[in-house]
């Protein structure tokens, strides 16, 4: 069954629009010139004195970025039906999606992976991410699991991070970063959350780092990874385009070396 979570909006359509625009720091002028409409229409449809058809909302959002899931709230807002299915993961309809990620968290073996939605809530997992969660509080590993809020807490990974202070200033700042373009508000909520966590931002990456790694403490050795994210390019779902791959890498042979070891024992 397909499900569409957007509500409509008590805001005029004009006035997230407007809100939208200003996010991504555009001016009308700009605006108009790239959705091909004079700066007068665009106007009049930010201040409601013009009432835009479902395809002006579309091309709208489409040349502001703005994510399907909002594209259907700011749709609703204007009266129209929303344009994007929303269909969970286990629906027959997201059979083919759903047997492409699980082949690639199974082909990253022996190396962590993960799948996340817009939230950061853990969606699947390879079986080697255990080298990371072992340790863990058993209530931080009950779905769902957010992987931010394991990473941060102190019951979480925290105490085994090596390089604590730089890795959760990267996380808050993509978290900061997405909540900034989504202007959702469970992310900021998120955000301040793990900002009140215990530790620092401080420390600066090593001059020899190409890319910031994860050092992570596992028994008496220190395993340094670095990750790379992946999305679906051409998603048209809401479930999907929310979809990330998060997969840890070796950022060193004695690491790769552990890993591999590792996998074996299972």
Same mark, same amino acid.
């Given at each position: 069954?397909?499900?569409?979570?957007?509500?409509?909006?008590?805001?005029?359509?004009?006035?997230?629009?407007?809100?939208?625009?200003?996010?991504?720091?555009?001016?009308?002028?700009?605006?108009?010139?790239?959705?091909?409409?004079?700066?007068?229409? *665009?106007?009049? /449809?930010? !201040? $409601?004195?013009?009432?835009?058809?479902?395809?002006? %909302?579309? +091309?709208?959002? #489409?040349?502001?970025?703005?994510?399907?899931?909002?594209?259907?709230?700011?749709?609703?807002?204007?009266?129209?039906?929303?344009?994007?299915?929303?269909?969970?993961?286990?629906?027959?309809?997201?059979?083919?999606?759903?047997?492409? *990620?699980?082949? /690639?968290? !199974? $082909?990253?073996?022996?190396?962590?992976?993960?799948? %996340?939605? +817009?939230?950061? #809530?853990?969606?699947?997992?390879?079986?080697?991410?255990?080298?990371?969660?072992?340790?863990?509080?058993?209530?931080?590993?009950?779905?769902?699991?957010?992987?931010?809020?394991?990473?941060?807490?102190?019951?979480?990974?925290?105490?085994?991070?090596?390089?604590?202070?730089?890795?959760?200033?990267?996380?808050?700042?993509?978290?900061? +970063?997405?909540? #900034?373009?989504?202007?959702?508000?469970?992310?900021?909520?998120?955000?301040?959350?793990?900002?009140?966590?215990?530790?620092?931002?401080?420390?600066?990456?090593?001059?020899?780092?190409?890319?910031?790694?994860?050092?992570?403490?596992?028994?008496?050795?220190?395993?340094?990874?670095?990750?790379?994210?992946?999305?679906?390019?051409?998603?048209?779902?809401?479930?999907?385009?929310?979809?990330?791959?998060?997969?840890?890498?070796?950022?060193?042979?004695?690491?790769?070396?552990?890993?591999?070891?590792?996998?074996?024992?299972?």
């Amino acid at each position: 069954m397909t499900a569409v979570s957007a509500r409509p909006s008590a805001r005029p359509v004009g006035e997230l629009l407007r809100e939208w625009r200003e996010r991504r720091r555009l001016s009308q002028l700009d605006l108009s010139i790239q959705a091909e409409i004079s700066t007068r229409h *665009l106007s009049f /449809v930010e !201040t $409601g004195r013009s009432r835009p058809t479902s395809e002006m %909302i579309l +091309r709208l959002t #489409d040349r502001l970025e703005v994510p399907l899931r909002e594209r259907n709230s700011l749709l609703l807002a204007g009266g129209y039906a929303p344009a994007y299915p929303e269909h969970g993961l286990d629906e027959p309809e997201l059979g083919r999606v759903r047997d492409a *990620l699980r082949q /690639v968290l !199974t $082909g990253h073996q022996p190396y962590p992976a993960v799948v %996340i939605n +817009r939230w950061w #809530d853990l969606v699947d997992a390879n079986a080697s991410i255990s080298v990371l969660t072992a340790g863990a509080a058993p209530w931080l590993l009950e779905p769902p699991v957010n992987v931010l809020r394991l990473s941060l807490h102190p019951d979480g990974m925290a105490s085994r991070i090596a390089n604590l202070g730089e890795w959760r200033a990267h996380l808050l700042a993509q978290l900061h +970063r997405r909540a #900034d373009v989504t202007g959702d508000a469970r992310l900021r909520e998120l955000h301040d959350e793990l900002r009140g966590y215990p530790g620092d931002t401080a420390g600066t990456p090593s001059p020899t780092d190409v890319v910031l790694p994860l050092r992570y403490r596992h028994g008496e050795q220190e395993l340094s990874f670095f990750s790379i994210s992946a999305t679906v390019g051409t998603a048209t779902d809401v479930t999907v385009e929310e979809l990330a791959i998060e997969s840890f890498y070796p950022a060193d042979e004695s690491t790769a070396g552990t890993l591999r070891a590792l996998s074996q024992r299972r």
